[in-house]
RNA sequence: GACCCGUUCGUCUAUCGGUUAGGACUCCAGGUUUUCAUCCUGGCAAGAAGGGUUCGACUCCCUUACGGGUCGCCA
């Protein structure tokens, strides 16, 4: 029996991390087993849906790297994956319930009869757990088909997990109190229940449910934000998952190799941003320069800063300089314009600094050196240092800040050789 | 309020009865780097509380506290 998830996400809103977190589980299980993954868009709620809710969860959905092998835009046996588009196939089910009697008019809404019992759920993460279900105060009958004639949530759920042969369901701590009705739907309909992976909530830093406008709510910030996508992915699947090592970068594949469903933890964990940087920064340090200029060049463009022709040298000068993309235009500015600014503090520091003048004997050595390179430059900090009694070490701050305007930043010597002879002479002239 | 689930450094976590309770983020201190960053080393920092069970409990049981979830003709 091969394995089948699915993320059923209903296009509501924004695609949140904790659904991501969700989908990315479910995509590593079936991955992990050569199984199957399904999309499934859950848009009974006419009322709510938007068009753009649904792009936003297909965009984050492409942009963390899990890709469907069933649902929209894939097709598949099971079609369609739309639960809108569903109906007749809803019909046929609400009439087996109905021949069942386990339905009774409630005004124009049907209700579902709950066996009034005991139920015990074997859920993989959370164990064995019990509802009791003669306790009709805590558990009352379910609507199945609302008045309009629609259906709802627990029974279009059951139905297309059933129909969608799922042998897995993995989601969120939010439905365990759900999974009893569903259990009970299952069982009137005479069919074999999935099983069921509850995986804890994501919470803010303070403890509070993560909601809408909180930091590193919505999966379609994280682009923007100039994270790059294999380390949030990295990042939220340590949100409640731990491999039991001590290694913590990883990259997807390596996610798939380790991944289990018992590995996943039962208490909520917080969102620390923070941590997810360091992540990114992990993940930058590990890609090839290319990669990552590739990736860094709409952040220097929105900033409109050039191309330059050198461009791939500036972007290898900051690569582990940065943690996130979007750090890149502050960090290469200087490198790229003469109109960069600056950091006053470390200029009027540096300018204090009784080794800057020393500076403009600096520039008359490179001015007047026959060769130029980010070698000889270096050496010549070195030996205008030693000519005024001063050590090499200390001039360099005071000709990192001529240079760039700041006090952190490239090596000096990738400084010296992006900028060339002449602007290094230049600038060094004019910090006075 | 009722019903569920949970509780190890500030945060993410390891530990499946016997450990100096380990790692990571953050922070601090050194070192490497003639500079910046990376990196390396070290440091700060934890079993919610109280009862049991046991030769021995972070680990098992109970109670309390705290946190989260759920109680819709939302999903």
């Given at each position: 029996?091969?394995?089948?998830?699915?993320?059923?996400?209903?296009?509501?809103?924004?695609?949140?991390?904790?659904?991501?977190?969700?989908?990315?589980?479910?995509?590593?299980?079936?991955?992990?087993?050569?199984?199957?993954?399904?999309?499934?868009?859950?848009?009974?709620?006419?009322?709510?849906?938007?068009?753009?809710?649904?792009?936003?969860?297909?965009?984050?959905?492409?942009?963390?790297?899990?890709?469907?092998?069933?649902?929209?835009?894939?097709?598949?046996?099971?079609?369609?994956?739309?639960?809108?588009?569903?109906?007749?196939?809803?019909?046929?089910?609400?009439?087996?319930?109905?021949?069942?009697?386990?339905?009774?008019?409630?005004?124009?809404?049907?209700?579902?009869?709950?066996?009034?019992?005991?139920?015990?759920?074997?859920?993989?993460?959370?164990?064995?757990?019990?509802?009791?279900?003669?306790?009709?105060?805590?558990?009352?009958?379910?609507?199945?088909?609302?008045?309009?004639?629609?259906?709802?949530?627990?029974?279009?759920?059951?139905?297309?997990?059933?129909?969608?042969?799922?042998?897995?369901?993995?989601?969120?701590?939010?439905?365990?109190?759900?999974?009893?009705?569903?259990?009970?739907?299952?069982?009137?309909?005479?069919?074999?229940?999935?099983?069921?992976?509850?995986?804890?909530?994501?919470?803010?830093?303070?403890?509070?449910?993560?909601?809408?406008?909180?930091?590193?709510?919505?999966?379609?910030?994280?682009?923007?934000?100039?994270?790059?996508?294999?380390?949030?992915?990295?990042?939220?699947?340590?949100?409640?998952?731990?491999?039991?090592?001590?290694?913590?970068?990883?990259?997807?594949?390596?996610?798939?190799?380790?991944?289990?469903?018992?590995?996943?933890?039962?208490?909520?964990?917080?969102?620390?941003?923070?941590?997810?940087?360091?992540?990114?920064?992990?993940?930058?340090?590990?890609?090839?320069?290319?990669?990552?200029?590739?990736?860094?060049?709409?952040?220097?463009?929105?900033?409109?800063?050039?191309?330059?022709?050198?461009?791939?040298?500036?972007?290898?000068?900051?690569?582990?300089?940065?943690?996130?993309?979007?750090?890149?235009?502050?960090?290469?500015?200087f490198l790229?314009?003469d109109?960069a600014?600056q950091?006053?503090?470390?200029v009027?520091?540096a300018?204090?600094?009784?080794?800057?003048?020393?500076l403009p004997?600096l520039a008359?050595?490179l001015a007047?050196?026959?060769?130029?390179?980010?070698?000889?430059a270096?050496?010549?900090?070195?030996?205008?240092?030693?000519?005024?009694?001063?050590?090499?070490?200390?001039?360099?701050?005071p000709v990192r800040v001529a240079l760039s305007g700041?006090?952190?930043?490239?090596?000096?010597?990738?400084i010296f050789?992006?900028l060339g002879k002449e602007k290094c002479v230049a600038r060094l002239r004019s910090f006075h």
């Amino acid at each position: 029996m091969t394995v089948r998830t699915r993320f059923a996400p209903s296009p509501t809103g924004y695609l949140h991390v904790g659904g991501g977190r969700t989908a990315l589980f479910n995509w590593l299980f079936a991955r992990k087993h050569k199984g199957t993954f399904i999309l499934r868009v859950e848009d009974t709620d006419a009322a709510r849906n938007t068009e753009e809710a649904r792009q936003a969860i297909f965009d984050g959905m492409n942009w963390l790297g899990l890709d469907w092998d069933e649902g929209p835009e894939k097709g598949g046996p099971h079609g369609p994956y739309y639960q809108s588009r569903r109906n007749e196939i809803y019909d046929a089910y609400f009439e087996k319930l109905l021949a069942a009697d386990r339905l009774y008019k409630d005004g124009d809404a049907y209700r579902f009869r709950f066996d009034r019992k005991p139920i015990t759920m074997h859920d993989l993460v959370c164990g064995e757990v019990t509802i009791d279900y003669r306790d009709e105060s805590n558990t009352p009958d379910m609507v199945v088909k609302r008045s309009d004639g629609s259906y709802v949530f627990h029974f279009v759920n059951v139905v297309d997990d059933l129909e969608m042969e799922m042998t897995h369901v993995i989601r969120g701590e939010d439905h365990l109190m759900n999974t009893p009705k569903h259990l009970q739907l299952i069982e009137a309909l005479g069919a074999q229940p999935p099983q069921y992976a509850h995986i804890p909530l994501i919470l803010n830093p303070d403890g509070s449910k993560m909601s809408k406008r909180d930091v590193g709510a919505a999966v379609g910030d994280y682009p923007r934000q100039g994270f790059l996508s294999g380390a949030v992915v990295n990042f939220i699947a340590l949100l409640g998952w731990s491999s039991k090592s001590d290694d913590e970068i990883f990259t997807l594949t390596e996610l798939i190799d380790r991944f289990s469903l018992e590995a996943i933890n039962r208490a909520p964990a917080r969102f620390d941003y923070e941590k997810c940087k360091w992540v990114n920064q992990q993940h930058i340090a590990k890609i090839s320069t290319e990669a990552f200029a590739d990736l860094a060049k709409p952040f220097v463009e929105a900033e409109n800063l050039p191309i330059t022709e050198n461009y791939a040298a500036v972007i290898a000068a900051v690569k582990e300089k940065v943690r996130l993309l979007t750090e890149v235009p502050a960090a290469i500015d200087f490198l790229v314009t003469d109109t960069a600014t600056q950091d006053e503090e470390a200029v009027a520091k540096a300018k204090a600094n009784p080794n800057a003048a020393l500076l403009p004997a600096l520039a008359d050595q490179l001015a007047n050196g026959t060769e130029w390179s980010a070698e000889k430059a270096k050496e010549a900090i070195g030996e205008v240092a030693a000519a005024h009694g001063a050590k090499a070490g200390q001039l360099m701050f005071p000709v990192r800040v001529a240079l760039s305007g700041r006090a952190h930043g490239p090596d000096l010597g990738d400084i010296f050789a992006i900028l060339g002879k002449e602007k290094c002479v230049a600038r060094l002239r004019s910090f006075h």
